[in-house]
Every structure is written in C-alpha cells, then in structure tokens.
C-alpha cells in the first residue's frame, strides 16, 4: 500500500507560480508511474501530467503544456508539478497519484491517492 501526501498548494495571484510536491510516507516510487490530476468545484477530476518513475518522458493535458512541469528527485522519492503563469481556471484540488501497471490520463489508471491540495488563483 502506497501513501502519498502531497504539499505546497495556496493562494495566487494570476501570473503567479507555485510548485507541488508529491511524496511517500512508505515505500519507494522507483517503480511507479506518476500522475498529478485536478478537480473544480462541481467538476470531475480532470488529468493534468503524468511520468513513469524510470523515464524522462512527460506528458500534459493541453491547458498546462508550456506552463507546468512534471519532475522527480530519486533521492527524496518526489515528485514535483512546477506550475508557472497561472490562470484563475487553474483553481482546483490537485491530486498526486501511482500506478504500478501503467500511466495514462483516466482516474482508473492509477491505483493510489493522494488526499489533495487546493491551489487557488485570483484574477
């Protein structure tokens, strides 16, 4: 059983930056893929990046693609969603979660969860 705690959400101003991190409290991720979804009020939980922990490759919902990035710090068994010129419809709940089978942008492709942390971005 993977448990993940995620850190570093809050309150910013539109154009702001801020940068979430992605951790575990057992085990190790070396053999997990990555992903980092979100969810609106009233909305479903929507994918926003993903990475396999043994691969450089990186994928993004459209919305983010030149605005965040996904990375990893082996050493500190991380993940990092670095999220640049944010955008008031970036407002959400962000959620880390792993897969040990497979990445891809559905909610059913990962098997744990994070318990989320609000961002919020002011006009």
């Known amino acids: 059983q993977v448990q993940l705690v995620e850190s570093g959400g809050g309150l910013v101003q539109a154009g702001g930056s801020l940068t979430l991190s992605c951790t575990t409290s057992?085990?190790?991720?070396?053999?997990?893929?990555m992903g980092w979804f979100r969810q609106a009020p009233e909305k479903e939980r929507e994918f926003v990046a993903a990475?396999?922990?043994?691969?450089?490759?990186?994928y993004y919902v459209d919305s983010v693609k030149g605005r965040f990035t996904l990375s990893r710090n082996n050493a500190k068994n991380t993940v990092y969603l670095q999220m640049n010129s944010l955008k008031p419809e970036d407002t959400a709940v962000y959620y880390c979660?792993?897969?040990?089978?497979?990445?891809?942008?559905?909610?059913?492709?990962?098997?744990?969860w994070g318990q989320g942390t609000q961002v919020t971005v002011s006009s």
């Open positions: 057992n085990g190790a991720l070396s053999s997990y893929g």
């Open positions: 990475m396999w922990w043994t691969s450089s490759s990186t």
């Open positions: 979660a792993a897969s040990n089978t497979r990445i891809g942008r559905g909610v059913a492709d990962y098997n744990y």
